[in-house]
């Protein structure tokens, strides 16, 4: 029962206005007065950020969320006026992060920034949050893609060549990921499933751990990060086959895509963005929006992002929410395909 309630109730039973007023009163007792109530919420988000802003990355340090929140966060700090915080969560394919934004206080003051695994997240498990309702979106924070990537010592140069190996070799070459569940699962699948090859999945707690591995040719193939892995190729570590997006990137403009290398069609996104809890008041989303996508467009910043084949993608907050819809449903039928179930 609301406050309108308590004093239409009063009215109706008593047909007297000193009695209504009585009523209203006592309506004001329970619930507070509308008035002073309106003015504590607006004036909760007029003083947001009252202290430093967390934004939880639900994975180890070096992958992208971490990456491009960390560019971001300073830059961000200097508009709201309080320091913005990158708070590394990682576990169970970014689920524990999640969970601790979804439970948070819904104030603004805990942000989540996640991967393309948020949307996986629901597909491979059962999840103690809902990933549409219990999250509202501030901002997309950058697009890029995945890069196929082998060490040298495995010998292959191209694409095809990897391809021809694993078929001569079924079942004897290890994919690896960023765990169960997150992008570069996915990304790795649709290649696995393209190729048409038979190579062992390897899930590892995240982007450093398998990147290790790789290098040190304890697995064979991987679906990388471009932020995490141009580094590496340009160090000679890694060997670059194909990237996952339609069109060449700039920063490995020699490196063709997979769609080139014959898998024909192949497309697989990589993308970053920033949520709150569900229930923040809008007005304090589209103060952090705006702070965000400030620091997303700032040149020093989206140089930084293109030159780990990143591009900047600051979007409103309802383009983020219809994006992530479009995203679990797509993702889901990709798991279909697979034969994954949540577990």
Known sequence: MNYATIAAAGLFLTGRPALHAVFTAAACLVLGNPAT?????????????????????????????????????????????????????????????????????????????????HAAAPSVRNLPYDTRKDFAGVTMIYNTAYLLVAPPALGVKTAQELIALAKSRPG????????????????????????????????????????NDIIANRVQVFMAPLASSVPLVREGRLRALGVSSPKRVGVLADVPTLAEAGLRDFRFDSWGGMFAP??????????LNRE????????????????????????????????????????????????????
């Open 37 to 117: 109530l309106y003015a504590q919420k607006a004036g909760a988000t007029a003083s947001f950020p009252s202290r430093p802003v967390r934004v939880v990355v639900p994975f180890t340090p070096g992958g992208q969320p971490d990456i491009f929140s960390r560019m971001i966060a300073q830059k961000a700090s200097e508009g709201l006026g309080q320091n913005v915080i990158v708070d590394n969560r990682p576990g169970a394919g970014g689920m524990l992060g999640s969970r601790i934004v979804a439970e948070a206080e819904p104030d603004g003051h805990t942000l989540l920034s996640v991967s393309a695994a």
């Open 172 to 211: 004897q070459l290890n994919l690896a990921s960023a765990g169960a569940g997150s992008g570069t699962h996915f990304a790795g699948l649709m290649f696995k499933h393209a190729a048409g090859i038979d190579i062992v999945h390897v899930p590892f707690r995240g982007i450093p751990e398998a990147m």
């Open 278 to 287: 569900a229930k923040t008041p809008r007005a304090i989303i589209n103060k």
């Open 292 to 343: 965000f996508t400030r620091a997303l467009t700032l040149p020093d910043i989206a140089n930084r992002m293109r030159d780990l084949g990143a591009e900047p993608a600051p979007t409103t907050p309802a383009e983020l929410d219809k994006f992530i819809v479009r995203e679990l449903a797509t993702i889901a039928k990709l798991a279909q395909l697979a034969g994954i179930k949540p577990q």
